[in-house]
């Protein structure tokens, strides 16, 4: 049900105004997972507190923020098994390889 409700409801919603893609895991015809991307934007304020100094040196800041996918909803659906988790993650991942060749970017969240 929580799957249906996010496509209807708010996929749509973001996917007409670019605000992020939404991938389908199918399945013998059926959808059993999925999960969005979208960019973002973190600034150096919001995460200095919580991450090393030497992290934040290899995120390499220059200014105030820095350009980032976003991999959210990440879900399955009512009833399907545990353990397509690393099936998705693979697939979210062979994504932002693809984005990153693409366009670039420093860090994924």
Partial sequence: MELEIFLRQKAVFYEKRDRS???????DGKIV??????LTVITEGKIT??????????MDF???S?????LGQFSKADGVKPGIGPDLMADALSL??????????????
């Fill in 21 to 27: 893609r939404t991938f389908l895991k199918v399945v």
């Fill in 49 to 58: 507190s919580k991450i090393s100094n030497g992290l934040r040196r290899r």
């Fill in 66 to 70: 820095i350009n980032s996918f976003l």
């Fill in 33 to 38: 997972a999925y999960f969005s991307l979208a």
């Fill in 62 to 64: 220059h200014g105030d």
């Fill in 96 to 109: 932002f390889k693809d984005a990153k060749a693409i366009v670039g970017y420093r860090v994924s969240r």
